[in-house]
């Protein structure tokens, strides 16, 4: 079973979350365990793109929460942030910072695409005004 790009990053959000609850937990075992709730295969392969991103937002957390704290309203700090849009906003801020084979553009828009399936669209709307500052 192949997983495309998309699902790496809804991984990707999950382990997140779930580390973010846990942080004790080995990142790898909780980035195996949700490739293995995805597949019946026996043999189950994850993407090193998916431990690539988890491991990658999780060292570099103090460095784009300051990143994205510059966009926010100054009535709002990290710490006001609801722990989805957080972690979708980290997600997407380390691509477009530390990545470069995928364009800033392409991170913003799966962003996005992470809020509507896990945020509403009002937490859509505040995550595509935050990232867009960034790409300027």
Known sequence: ????????????????????????????AVCDELVAQLTSVDEVVVPPYLYELVEGVITNQAQLDAEIEKYLNAKWSIARLNKTDLLILRLATYEMLFVEAVPAKVALNEAL??????????????????????LK
Do not use: C, W, Y
């Open 113 to 134: 695409q992470l809020a509507k399936e896990f945020s509403d669209d009002k937490s859509r709307r505040f995550i595509n005004g935050v990232l867009s500052n960034l």
């Open 1 to 28: 079973m192949t997983i495309n790009r998309h699902e790496v990053r809804v991984l990707a959000f999950q382990a997140l979350f779930a580390l973010s609850s846990n942080p004790e937990a080995d990142i790898r």
